[in-house]
């Protein structure tokens, strides 16, 4: 833990400091630092269990932290304490959105009216907090157009524009996933948060997937997170992969410094019992030459 | 050949002994259903002792056509329909709907042609049939004319179904001139008040409960308790205060849209059937300090006299300044209840105004996303407390109209008419329609509470079961045999599928398979 230095990071959107969660005995999380820089795509890997779904968790607000800090600055300046946020909040004021790992969506609600909802605080202010639209004011009719036209333009960019009209629930696996992201976008977001976009979708789907992601970096430069097992999503299209195992941190830097970590390469593929003292000296070693 | 003949017959046999043993066990286990519920009845005698009256011949009669029915079931009804299955496989055709196959054009002629000529000849029918007789004669024309009615929208289904809002208004709006002109100013009266009143109010009952169970899916065991804030509200009010229906009537809404928040905080935490025990005994905490604030609320007693609502001040009485004096028509209570009529309507048309206009914004959206996944909703940044509390708060609010409405038509309150089992025809009527769908609210409505008044008119009953025999005593039987078959036929209620508040290129239901109930 000692030996993994934190890259650096000129302008990060998203500093987790220090971050530690406790579940009982269990210590889920241990004094886990990163950054992830603005305008980049940032992964979160680690064999399962390894707690990056409980670090999601802490950044969105839905666990609280027994310690640490989490700053997000936004482009104009402002900076957010997320840990210090209920979730709701979160999303609204500090500009985070995220996606589950079992998908969440409205699914007896059509597609793009989950994408109306996702522009829930825009439309309540546009509506006057209900007052207003109710009486028929025009500020809430324009409002509506253009929330429409907002959902319009990530369909089209997630592709599900002639499903506009039908129910989230019919449409296939991965077209959810893809539904997922947009609805997340039609937040707003500084920092999208993805827990597993990839995982269950078919070859096509993934590279379908690679260019929803990229379209977003490159169109609205919102900075992405995600958590992934395909490596194929997480080579491909990272900037910068953390690396997390037990809780703890055991890499840090470019997906081809990652992808060459010994230790990343042990936690993945395991060891014998037997081997583990040949492996820390193997590791030892390399660091030591590294530096 | 000779072999599938054997056979056919060798199965033929098999299914009628089959269908003799499943009446005899449907039979039986109508025996045990019944017995209690029908063959027994607690009553009195003369030194006021409980005594059990027993009912055989009602029992037997009820057991005779349970395991007749049974017995036609199995040994008839099914094979014919699995036949008609097997026919449509073979000749590829689509398959004539089962409804398609009920309303035929010549049955329909035969039924119309029969009402008409029974409407006819109702005068010498009168005069030349026994009682008994008269009854039959009756129930044969009742029947015929909603077998006529019932083909006239089938025929018309698709206009009806893409009108059906405006035709209901218009009816609706045109009901009382044509009830009188039908059946005069006093006959009018029981179809005005008993149907028309009545019905109103549950309409409004369910499609403001909706919001809170239909679209924020929110299950509320109390909703009887906005029913109470909102009739006692407008009673002591109006007798302390000496205030106005058309004053205190936002002021009961508001109240009651108040008691809603104070019921929604405690519960903001709580899920499903918990949720639902809390809401319950909130019910019954309303109803507990009704009884027993005495000093304020006369307990048991109930408040009487409660003023009646004016028309733009004038009243409805036989004063000099009264209704019909002012308008020169001969004095009637009918003015009133017509009067009422229309308040209740434009009130549950409010009702429905509101939810349709909040369904399409924000609010309403975030409503039915807390139904759908409430861990979404706070992922997208929608405050679920917030949206939880304005839909406990407006769907009270339509009840506490509802309440001071009840008051002022009842002239009358005390805490007997707001006990648990109103929540639960309420409820019933809410999920029976279909959750969402005010349409199938107010046809779960008609059905459930109509069906029911009905019950008070099949004099012909009488003549199946014997004179002493009461419908309106197995209302709640049937209530609850009506609601286990509407489940059974179609599990999402009349309209299990929902509107979408918004579209880019169509407008398409969504099916009930993909709507959730909510958690709580």
């Known amino acids: ?291 | 050949m000779a072999n599938f003949s054997n056979s056919v017959d060798a199965d033929g046999s098999a299914r009628m002994a089959r269908a003799l043993r499943e009446a005899f066990f449907a039979g039986l286990i109508a025996l045990g259903m019944f017995a209690l519920f029908v063959g027994l009845e607690s009553g009195q005698n003369i030194r006021n002792e409980l005594v059990l009256i027993p009912h055989p011949k009602t029992l037997t009669i009820l057991i005779l056509a349970v395991m007749a029915a049974r017995f036609l079931m199995v040994a008839y009804v099914s094979p014919y329909l699995a036949s008609q299955k097997v026919r449509n496989v073979t000749t590829g055709e689509m398959p004539t709907t089962s409804a398609a196959r009920f309303f035929r054009l010549p049955a329909f002629i035969i039924a119309l042609v029969l009402a008409v000529a029974m409407y006819v000849f109702a005068s010498q029918a009168e005069q030349s049939l026994s009682p008994t007789g008269l009854a039959y004669f009756g129930m044969v024309r009742g029947l015929a004319v909603i077998y006529a009615i019932a083909c006239f929208f089938f025929y018309f289904r698709v206009f009806v179904g893409d009108n059906f809002a405006k035709l209901a208004i218009v009816a609706l709006v045109l009901y009382p001139p044509v009830i009188v002109y039908f059946f005069g100013f006093q006959g009018s009266l029981k179809w005005i008040d008993n149907f028309g009143i009545q019905i109103l109010i549950y309409v409004m009952l369910a499609w403001g409960l909706n919001i809170v169970v239909g679209l924020a899916g929110l299950l509320d065991l109390g909703y009887v308790a906005f029913y109470a804030v909102g009739a006692y509200s407008y009673a002591l009010l109006s007798s302390y205060f000496g205030l106005s229906f058309w004053v205190l009537l936002p002021l009961a809404g508001i109240l009651a849209a108040f008691w809603g928040m104070i019921l929604g905080f405690p519960v903001l935490r709580l899920r499903g059937d918990y949720l639902a025990i809390v809401t319950l005994a909130f019910g019954e905490i309303i109803r507990l300090v009704l009884i027993n604030w005495t000093a304020v609320t006369k307990g048991t007693f109930g408040i009487s006299g409660i003023a009646k609502a004016t028309l733009f001040g004038i009243k409805f009485d036989a004063t000099k300044t009264g209704f019909a004096a002012l308008m020169g028509l001969p004095p009637s209570s009918a003015y009133y209840k017509i009067f009422l009529f229309y308040i209740i309507l434009a009130l549950a048309l409010l009702t429905a105004f509101v939810t349709i206009r909040l369904r399409r914004m924000p609010i309403g959206r975030a409503w039915e996303a807390l139904r759908e996944d409430e861990i979404a909703c706070r992922a997208l940044g929608i405050n679920t407390v917030t949206t939880k509390l304005t839909a406990f708060a407006i769907g009270a609010m339509f009840g506490g109209f509802a309440g001071s409405f009840f008051a002022v038509r009842q002239g009358f309150v005390s805490p007997e008419s707001f006990v648990f089992l109103e929540s639960a025809v309420i409820l019933a009527i809410v999920v029976l329609g279909g959750m969402g769908s005010l349409t199938g609210i107010a046809i779960a409505a008609v059905v459930m509470v109509g069906g029911t008044e009905i019950l008070r008119e099949l004099s012909f009953l009488k003549v199946i079961f014997g004179p002493d025999f009461t419908p309106e005593l197995y209302r709640m039987l049937l209530f609850g045999l009506a609601m286990v078959v509407v489940m059974v036929w179609k599990p999402r209620g009349f309209v299990g599928s929902r509107e979408p508040t918004a579209f880019l290129n169509e407008r398409k239901a969504v099916s009930g398979s993909f709507t959730k109930e909510g958690h709580g």
């Open chain 1, 1 to 291: 833990m000692t030996g993994i230095e934190t890259a650096m990071i000129q302008d990060p959107v998203l500093k987790v400091e220090h971050l530690s969660m406790r579940f009982g005995g269990l210590m889920a999380i241990n004094d886990f630092s990163f950054e992830a820089a603005r305008g980049n795509i940032t992964a979160l890997i680690g064999p399962n269990g390894a707690g990056k779904t409980t670090v999601f968790n802490c950044i969105t607000g839905f666990y609280k932290p027994t310690m640490g800090m989490i700053t997000l600055r936004q482009k104009a300046g402002p900076e957010f304490l997320l840990e210090r946020m209920p979730d709701f909040e979160i999303t609204r004021d500090a500009k985070v959105a995220r996606t589950f790992q079992n998908i969440r969506l409205f699914s007896g609600l059509t597609v793009l009216e989950n994408l109306l909802v996702a522009q829930h605080n825009m439309l309540m202010k546009a509506s006057g907090y209900t007052v207003l639209g109710l009486l028929g004011f025009s500020g809430y009719k324009k409002a509506a157009a253009e929330s429409v036209d907002i959902a319009r333009h990530w369909l089209d960019r997630a592709n599900l524009l002639n499903r506009a009209d039908d129910p989230a629930g019919d449409l296939p696996y991965g077209d959810q996933r893809r539904l997922e992201i947009a609805r997340a976008m039609c937040t707003g977001p500084e920092l999208l948060c993805l827990d597993e976009p990839a995982a269950g979708l078919n070859p096509r789907e993934s590279l379908a997937l690679n260019d929803l992601l990229r379209t977003i970096r490159t169109e609205s430069g919102t900075s992405i997170l995600l958590i992934e097992h395909d490596m194929s999503v997480v080579m491909e299209i990272s900037d910068h992969v953390v690396v997390l195992e037990y809780g703890q941190k055991i890499s840090d830097g470019t997906p081809n410094h990652v992808q060459n970590d010994p230790k990343v390469i042990a936690a993945y593929l395991g060891v014998e019992d037997d081997e583990v003292e040949e492996v820390i000296a193997v590791v030892e070693g390399h660091e030591g030459g590294a530096l």
